[in-house]
Nanobody, 129 residues
Framework: QVQLVESGGGLVQPGGSLRLSCAASGFILDYYAIGWFRQAPGKEREGVSCISGSDGSTYYADSVRGRFTISRDNAKNTVYLQMNSLKPEDTAVYYC??????????????????????WGQGTQVTVSS
């Protein structure tokens, strides 16, 4: 059974850091494209970052570029999202996602996202003083 489990969220002050983890089970995550998304109350889901399954290329939303870093640890079957210089507007539930068609593929975080079949349950990030 394919499962993604996010962890690492919490309450942090503006300017602080968090590292989110997306642990996979039921499949080997190595060459799958993985995306991170977030949704704040009353707002639409927003793509944050993704990492390609083909060549490891990474992509970021303009709002987080230079502050967030996506990476993967194949030995731990886990993808991470390192979030630095956090702002109150980063407050949201963060989700990781992938899909069975995303093996060895590039990734995207906007437009048609129907390739993302599997989603985690989300982890809450709150940035507040």
């Amino acid at each position: 059974q394919v499962q993604l489990v996010e962890s690492g969220g919490g309450l942090v002050q503006p300017g602080g850091s968090l590292r989110l983890s997306c642990a996979a089970s039921g499949f080997i995550l190595d060459y799958y494209a993985i995306g991170w998304f977030r949704q704040a109350p009353g707002k639409e889901r927003e793509g944050v970052s993704c990492i390609s399954g083909s060549d490891g290329s990474t992509y970021y939303a303009d709002s987080v570029r230079g502050r967030f870093t996506i990476s993967r640890d194949n030995a731990k079957n886990t993808v991470y999202l390192q979030m630095n210089s956090l702002k109150p507007e980063d407050t949201a539930v963060y989700y990781c996602a992938t899909g069975y068609r995303m093996y060895g593929s590039s990734c995207k975080i906007s437009g048609n996202l129907r390739e993302y079949d599997y989603w985690g349950q989300g982890t809450q990030v709150t940035v507040s003083s």
